[in-house]
């Protein structure tokens, strides 16, 4: 079965440190690999897309980086403000249209003053 | 510009009764998705419109859900019937199609949370 696993489940740091998130998936074929950004109460935001041939990716203090061959992602939050406390969610799969797209659980960062 | 719209925010609901959620996703989007979202889980597929077909129902829980779209704008998702299991946040998300090498990213509304009592 597809699957999008990440850790840690929650993670808790304060202000002004950097911290990176994990994502491992088993997904095959591989279509891309998305991160999305999920405040509490409303719906997850696109932070950044890679391609099988894209290895980083950045979006302001968001660093995505990805490993097609141990299928492995990670997101690095530089410099973190408490406005980056959210859930975030690893997602793979085409989109755009169609179907197959495969969520993680997310992670649960709490930015600490 | 406006992005995708939900509604009603909060719905409340006697077991039993039916609910429509309602979903106006990007004017131009021609792909549309509804997820489900328990406490602590990851999204649940539930079904994708291309225009007003959908490809895919597979997600549907039950024959008591059901979802359509007209005129490749705004969808509907019913639940008949409804069940103390169907609480949950019920999140629409509209998208542009993939072509050439661009991945069209997906736009979340800000979700229908259902509390069935």
């Known amino acids: 079965k597809n699957q999008v696993e990440q850790s840690p489940q929650s993670l808790i740091i304060l202000e002004g440190k950097n911290c990176t998130l994990q994502c491992n998936y088993t997904v095959s074929p591989f279509s891309n690999l998305r991160w999305y950004k999920q405040d509490t109460g409303r719906g997850p935001v696109s932070l950044t897309i890679m391609t099988f041939s894209e290895n980083t990716k950045s979006n302001g203090r968001y660093t995505a980086t990805l490993d097609a061959d141990t299928k492995q992602s990670s997101l690095h939050i530089t410099a973190s403000q408490l406005s980056d406390s959210a859930s975030y969610i690893c997602v793979e799969g085409p989109g755009g249209g169609a179907d197959g797209l495969t969520f993680g659980k997310g992670t649960h960062l709490i930015i600490q003053p | 510009g406006a992005g995708v719209s939900q509604s009603p925010s909060n719905k409340v609901t006697e077991k039993g009764k039916d609910v429509e959620l309602r979903c106006d996703p990007i004017s131009g989007h021609t792909a549309l998705y509804w997820y489900r979202q328990s406490l602590g889980q990851g999204l649940e597929f539930l079904i994708y419109?291309?225009?007003?077909?959908?490809?895919?129902k597979s997600g549907l829980p039950s024959d008591r859900f059901s979802a359509e779209r007209t005129g490749g704008s705004v969808s509907t998702l019913t639940i008949q019937r409804t069940q103390q299991e169907d609480s949950a946040v019920y999140l629409c998300?509209?998208?542009?199609?993939?072509?050439?090498?661009?991945?069209?990213?997906?736009?979340f509304g800000n979700g229908t949370r259902l509390t069935v009592t």
């Open positions: 998300a509209s998208s542009l199609p993939n072509w050439g090498s661009y991945t069209s990213p997906l736009h």
């Open positions: 419109f291309q225009g007003n077909s959908a490809p895919d």
